[in-house]
C-alpha cells in the first residue's frame, strides 16, 4: 500500500535518536523493502533539508527525500541499488553528524540519476517530485524565485546566472536523454548511419555547454557529433563502436549530473583519446590504400632509375611520388612520415642534378626504407 507524503514533517536535528531511527528504517529497507521504511526516511530527509543552513547539505538532503518518496509512493520497486543508496544516505549522515564533509560528486549524481530514472506517471506525481523536477536548482542556491536574478551560481571557475543555469539544466537534460535513447536504438541497427537528428542533438549539447561556459563538455559533445557523422552505410564498424558511443553518452549525461550538483568535471581522459581516436580512423583506412599504391610505385621507379642512372624520366617520377607522400603525410598530421619524405625530396632533387652513382643509390634506397617504417608504424597504430 503507497505511503502518502506528510504536510510537513518539521525540523529535525542531527543526534542519537535521529540516528537510532535512521538505523532502524535503513535496516528494515535492506530486509524486506518496506515502503514504511522509506516514507520514515523521507521524512527524517524532508525534517534534516529543514534543520540545514548549508546549502550542499539542504539539498542532498532533498534529494534524499525525493528518492524515498518514489519508494514510499509506490512509483518504484525497491531493488538492490535502491538499498545501496539508502545504505549510503546513512552514511552520509554520519559523517554529518561528525562535521565531516561527505564527498558530494561521489554521492549526488547516482541519486540524482535514481530520481531521473524514476519520474512519476502523470497524475502520480507528489510534492517532493515535482518540486526537484521543476526547480532542482532552488533547493541548493537557497530561497524561493524572487530574487533569482540577483544570484549566481558558483561552480568550479565558473559564476553562472542562475536563470541561465536552469535553462541549461533543463535543455541539456533533454538533449542527452534523446541522444543516449537514439544512439541505444541504434546499436541495435548499426548498419545504418546515425540520423542527422542524432547528430545535431550532440551539436545542441556542445552549443548548449559552451554558452554557458562549461568548455570541456562543449567539446566533448563536439567531438562526439564529429565522430557520429563519420559513421555511414558501408562502413566498416567494430563491436567495440556501439559500446563507445553509449559510453560517451552515459559519460555525457553523468558530467551534467555533477554539474547540477555544483561540481565542474571533466570527461574521462581515456573516453577522449577514444573518441580522437575513432575519428581518425576513417581517413587512416581510405588513406592508407593511397599509401600502399605510393609506396608499391616508389619501389617501381626507384627500381629503374638506379638500374639505370641516365633514365631521367625514372628520377622525376620517383621526385613526383614522394611529393604525393608529403601531401599524405601532411594530411594525416604525421611528422615522422614528412620529415622522411622531405630528407628523400632534398636527397632526389640533388641527384637529379649529378651522376647517380653507386653511393648515392644506397642513400636513396635508406631514405625509402624509413618512408616504409614510418608509414607502417602509423597505420598498423591508426
Known amino acids: 500500500m503507497p505511503v502518502m507524503s506528510p504536510a510537513n514533517p518539521g525540523a529535525v536535528n542531527y543526534g542519537p535518536q535521529t540516528r537510532a531511527r535512521m538505523d532502524a528504517l535503513v535496516l528494515n529497507i535492506i530486509r524486506s523493502a518496506d515502503a514504511s521504511a522509506a516514507a520514515g526516511l ?26 524515498f518518496e518514489a519508494l ?29 564533509t561527505p564527498l558530494w560528486d561521489e554521492l549526488l549524481p547516482p541519486l540524482l540519476a535514481a530520481c531521473a530514472e524514476r519520474a512519476p506517471a502523470a497524475g502520480l506525481a507528489t510534492p517532493a517530485t515535482e518540486a526537484l523536477a521543476s526547480e532542482p536548482l532552488r533547493l541548493l542556491s537557497g530561497g524561493d524565485g524572487a530574487d533569482a536574478q540577483d544570484r549566481v551560481r558558483v561552480i568550479g571557475e565558473l559564476e553562472v ?8 539544466l533543463n535543455d541539456a537534460d533533454e538533449l ?80 551534467l549530473h555533477q554539474f547540477a550538483a555544483g561540481f565542474l568535471k571533466q570527461p574521462e ?35 629503374q632509375w638506379t638500374a639505370r642512372p641516365d633514365n631521367r624520366s625514372a628520377g ?11 601531401d599524405l603525410a601532411r594530411q594525416l ?27 648515392l643509390t644506397s642513400q636513396l634506397q635508406a631514405d625509402a626504407q624509413r618512408l616504409q617504417v614510418a608509414g607502417k608504424a602509423f597505420f598498423t597504430t591508426a
Open 42 to 67: 523521507r521524512d527524517l530527509s524532508l525534517g534534516l533539508a529543514d534543520t540545514e543552513q548549508r546549502a550542499p547539505e539542504r539539498y542532498f538532503w532533498s534529494v534524499c527525500a525525493t528518492f
Open 72 to 100: 514510499a509512493t509506490g512509483l518504484s520497486a525497491l531493488d538492490v541499488a535502491d538499498k545501496r543508496l539508502a545504505a549510503q544516505t546513512l552514511r552520509v549522515y554520519m559523517q554529518l553528524a561528525r562535521g565531516e
Open 161 to 168: 546566472d542562475i536563470a541561465a543555469h536552469n535553462l541549461f
Open 176 to 255: 542527452s536523454r534523446q541522444l543516449l535513447l537514439d544512439l541505444t536504438e541504434w546499436t541495435l541497427e548499426p548498419h545504418r548511419a546515425v540520423s542527422d537528428s542524432t547528430i545535431t542533438l550532440a551539436h545542441g549539447l556542445s552549443a548548449a555547454a559552451q554558452q554557458i561556459g562549461f568548455a570541456d563538455l562543449a567539446g566533448f559533445a563536439a567531438s562526439l557529433a564529429q565522430v557520429l557523422r563519420h559513421v555511414q552505410p558501408g562502413f566498416p564498424l567494430v563491436p567495440e563502436d556501439g559500446e563507445m558511443f553509449l559510453a560517451a553518452a552515459e559519460a555525457v549525461r553523468r558530467l
Open 269 to 303: 581522459p581515456a573516453m577522449v583519446q577514444a573518441l580522437e581516436q575513432r575519428l581518425t580512423r576513417p581517413a587512416s583506412l581510405h588513406l592508407g590504400k593511397e599509401w600502399s599504391g605510393l609506396l608499391s610505385t616508389l619501389g617501381s621507379a626507384l627500381r
Open 316 to 326: 622525376l617520377e620517383v621526385i613526383r611520388i614522394v611529393a604525393q607522400v608529403q
Open 333 to 359: 598530421g604525421n611528422q615522422a612520415l614528412l620529415m622522411a619524405a622531405n630528407q628523400m625530396t632534398e636527397h632526389a632533387q640533388a641527384l637529379d642534378q649529378a651522376d647517380l652513382a653507386s653511393g
